[in-house]
């Protein structure tokens, strides 16, 4: 006579999902944590009953020192940078991820000594229960303290160098290829490329599908001319742009906001577009359905990357183990090109 086999103990992936809760909020609930709401604390316990579920003594110490906090950490100095549309639209995604895990999102600005020390003495401190870092550059001692860190870091996008073991991103190079492929097929031979900051993963990798998709057409990529992902910086290339290449009959831009820039050089030197130059750029934010002529852009799925930054960040607090995510981009095609 065989004995029965022993009953497998339900798991905290199980709970959650019965309560129809995230990981965290599941753990959270079971150590009594704060930021947790009524409703759902008590969808855990009932999910607990039901299951029979007996917690794990090493995850309920973890889950005690939570915080209910999650940083997003912008490298940046000027703190109108959280209302530029890119970062604002991060910011909407980000948040609707942590509410779904009961975190509270805290903002954060560094790239100031004074900021810097802010984000170090956060790390050190584990004032979080985990970080989201954006907009690194090379070099930038955010990445050195992300990784001596002694809490959970996801970047949002990749920095300049290997790249992290956690991170969410768009296909960068893959969109400006596309955009510059177009720009090709409708006959244009002199393209040049305002970039970003090329102190920057995305700065550079933009150039890198620019360059790559005119010498697979057999054309030449011209210089450089870096901008600073703003409207104003974007006007001040596309005027020296001009000023070097008068031929050009295209033009690539690593933003929205300097492609933008780059219609009123345009219009202010008397050229048509797209007659006599077409515009693409890069993010499909609202001011580009609105621009004068509308603009042909690549779009990026804004608010998914900040989401998807919260949620890979929650599964790390939750103690899953989530893999980096790429993003795709598309084309979108309007008056400008």
Known sequence: MTEDAPRRQPTLDEVAGLAGVSRSVASRALNNAPHVSRAKREAVERAVRHLGYVPNPSAR???TR???VAAL????EDPSIFADPFFAQVIVGASAALDEADLHLMLCLAASDRGRKRVAELLRSQGADGVML???????????MAEEAPMPVVFGGRPVGPAPRWYVDVDNAGGAREAVEYLVSLGRRRVAALCGRLDTEVGRARYRGYRDALLAAGLEPLPPREGDFTETGGAAAMSTLLA????????FAAN???AVGALRTLRGAGRRVPGDVAVVGFDDLAPAGVSDPPLTTVHQPIQALGREMARMLTALIGGQTPTPLLLPTRLVVRASA
């Open 61 to 63: 110490a973890l889950a």
């Open 66 to 68: 939570q915080k209910g």
């Open 73 to 76: 950490v912008i490298s940046g």
């Open 134 to 144: 954006m907009a690194l550059r090379e070099d930038d001692p955010l990445a050195r």
């Open 244 to 251: 070097e290449h008068p031929d050009l009959d295209a033009v």
């Open 256 to 258: 929205d906001n300097m």
